[in-house]
T-cell receptor
Framework: DVKVTQSSRYLVKRTGEKVFLECVQD?????MFWYRQDPGLGLRLIYF???????EKGDIPEGYSVSREKKERFSLILESASTNQTSMYLC??????????????FGSGTRLTVV | GQNIDQPTEMTATEGAIVQINCTYQ??????LFWYQQHAGEAPTFLSY????GLEEKGRFSSFLSRSKGYSYLLLKELQMKDSASYLC?????????????FGTGTRLKVLA
């Protein structure tokens, strides 16, 4: 089975801190994604990447950046954490293509609280 | 624009059948997915439809009508463990780029 691992399940950070959220997948997937999930708003795409060193902005990239130096690892960076970035962060990966096999596999999520 | 609508919450009784509807608008439809998400956990893949019709997988079935921009997830013989959120997601392919758009999810409560 494909495994997507997020480094932390729960994080508490202070306002203004630089925060790194790490995601690693072990099935050689080309695509990797970062979402945040908030009650009533669903999953919103922050950034995604189709290849190493490649990144694309999603729907809500402000206040975030990403890094993909290796195919298996996709990092989300909060440059200066703010309280409105308190959320559940989900990483996902998939293959490229049209088949149903190319749906997402999600990581277990990181619940970030900024105080 | 791109939009997905699904009911916020539904309640059903153990052993019953429940249908969760999803309507969508997208310019480059390339498949519709249903995910199940238990509280505090990651979403897990349930079903996929790209052609019109019904896809059956055990107690779960998913239906798609592309002309109507409509899908539903049918859960039969409900069990307590089916209490979860159900996310409808559309894969959009525009200019060769794939993008997934998620609905806000339907929280299903199964009562004994």
């Amino acid at each position: 089975d494909v495994k997507v691992t997020q480094s932390s399940r729960y994080l508490v950070k202070r306002t203004g801190e630089k925060v790194f959220l790490e995601c690693v997948q072990d099935m050689d997937h080309e695509n990797m994604f970062w979402y945040r999930q908030d009650p009533g708003l669903g999953l919103r795409l922050i950034y995604f990447s189709y290849d190493v060193k490649m990144k694309e902005k999603g729907d809500i990239p402000e206040g975030y950046s990403v890094s993909r130096e290796k195919k298996e690892r996709f990092s989300l960076i909060l440059e200066s954490a703010s309280t409105n970035q308190t959320s559940m962060y989900l990483c996902a990966s998939s293959l490229i293509g049209d088949s149903h096999y190319y749906g997402y596999t999600f990581g277990s999520g990181t619940r970030l609280t900024v105080v | 624009g791109q939009n997905i609508d699904q009911p916020t919450e539904m309640t059903a009784t153990e052993g019953a059948i429940v249908q969760i509807n999803c309507t969508y608008q997208t310019s480059g439809f390339n498949g519709l997915f249903w995910y199940q998400q238990h509280a505090g956990e990651a979403p897990t893949f349930l079903s996929y439809n790209v052609l019109d019709g019904l896809e059956e997988k055990g107690r779960f079935s998913s239906f798609l009508s592309r002309s109507k921009g409509y899908s539903y997830l049918l859960l039969k013989e409900l069990q307590m463990k089916d209490s979860a959120s159900y996310l409808c997601a559309v894969r959009d392919k525009t200019s060769g780029t794939y993008k997934y758009i998620f609905g806000t999810g339907t929280r299903l409560k199964v009562l004994a």
